[in-house]
Every structure is written in C-alpha cells, then in structure tokens.
C-alpha cells in the first residue's frame, strides 16, 4: 500500500528495456559519480537526482538547504548480462570515503551521505555482502554507508545531468566514453 507521502514510496520506476535493471548510489556530489558510471561497459543510461528525503518534488536549493534529507543519488539503468550488479557496487566503492558521515571532501550535508538504494532482495544481498567485505579491507575505520529500498525518485534540475560530460561552469568536457579511466576531475 502506498505511503500518504509520495517522497517516502518505493522507485517505482521501471528501466527503458525490460531486460535491464534499475541501481541508486550516493556517494558525495553526484557529478563525478555519475561521470564513473557513465563510462561503465553496461551501463545503458544515469541520471542524477535525489532520493530517500520526505519532501516531494524537491529542488536543488531546497535539498542543500538540508531540511528535506535527500541524498543526492545517480540512478543507473545496466544491462546485467553485461554489466553484473557487483561491478556496480566495485565502482561505488571505489568513488568516495564511505567512513565519513555526511560528507565528502568539501561538501557537507545529509545530501552527500553514502548510501545503496537497492532495487530487489538480491541487490540488497549484494550490497550488504559488498560492504561486510569492505568493512573487512578497511578494519578500524566505521562504515557509514546505508543500505535501504530505494525509494521515489525525483530527478534532478536538467542542468545537472552528465554535468561534466557537457563541461560543468566552465565548459571543460570531460569524455563519458565506455572504459575511459581518464581521472575525473570535479567542479562546479
């Protein structure tokens, strides 16, 4: 049954070809995530956006403004028969400092919180797989990373979607090509 609150319902959305499947990452600001998961093998379609607040509808402003408690997310659209679901977990990882709560780098707030937002009871067992294995690699260092349902998506203001693949500010493009490990540079 439905949530009275729409922002609080499961992503109900569903990937452009039946075959493929849906992921939702937070891992800082999603410009650079989303960039690495653009040049995935596999990897059909991104979009950026936010996820897992109580605010429906939200906008960029209102979700820094930190009272919605969205993160900003990348939901990914992947082929699994090209691009299994731990290859999109390795790449998670590998983005950002999942032990730093609310925060990456410079950018501070709820909004940039790590977190998998999971689909299926199978890529729940993944992710909380993935992390317990993480959780080993890294020893004395707490993750952070939440793993819940992904819920409604609410996709983010067009001017940030493939944000750095169009040149952000400054018109600096950097390649989304699959493969490309070229590093990624973010700015806004």
Not at 5 to 31: E, I, M, R
Not at 58 to 74: F, I, N, Q
Not at 104 to 112: F, H, K, L, P, W
Not at 139 to 145: A, H, L, S, W
Request: glycine fraction near 8%; hydrophobic fraction near 30%; proline fraction near 6%.
């Amino acid at each position: 049954m439905a949530n009275s609150n729409a922002a609080l319902d499961p992503d109900l959305d569903s990937p452009t070809d039946p075959s493929d499947q849906l992921a939702q990452f937070g891992a800082g600001c999603f410009w650079g995530v989303e960039l690495a998961f653009q040049r995935l093998p596999g990897v059909v379609k991104t979009e950026v956006g936010y996820s897992q607040g109580h605010v429906p509808d939200p906008d960029y402003r209102l979700v820094c403004s930190g009272t919605t408690k969205h993160a900003e997310v990348v939901r990914v659209e992947f082929d699994p028969n090209q691009c299994p679901y731990s290859n999109l977990l390795d790449l998670f990882w590998s983005r950002h400092d999942p032990t730093t709560l609310n925060r990456q780098g410079g950018d501070v707030g709820t909004q940039y919180r790590s977190g998998i937002y999971y689909y299926s009871q199978e890529q729940e067992r993944l992710a909380k797989e993935s992390l317990a294995a993480k959780q080993n690699e890294l020893k004395d260092q707490k993750i952070v990373t939440e793993i819940l349902p992904a819920r409604r998506f609410y996709r983010a203001e067009e001017y940030h979607q493939q944000y750095l693949a169009k040149g952000g500010r400054n018109g600096q493009k950097q390649s989304a090509q699959k493969g490309c490990n070229d590093p990624i540079r973010c700015y806004g």
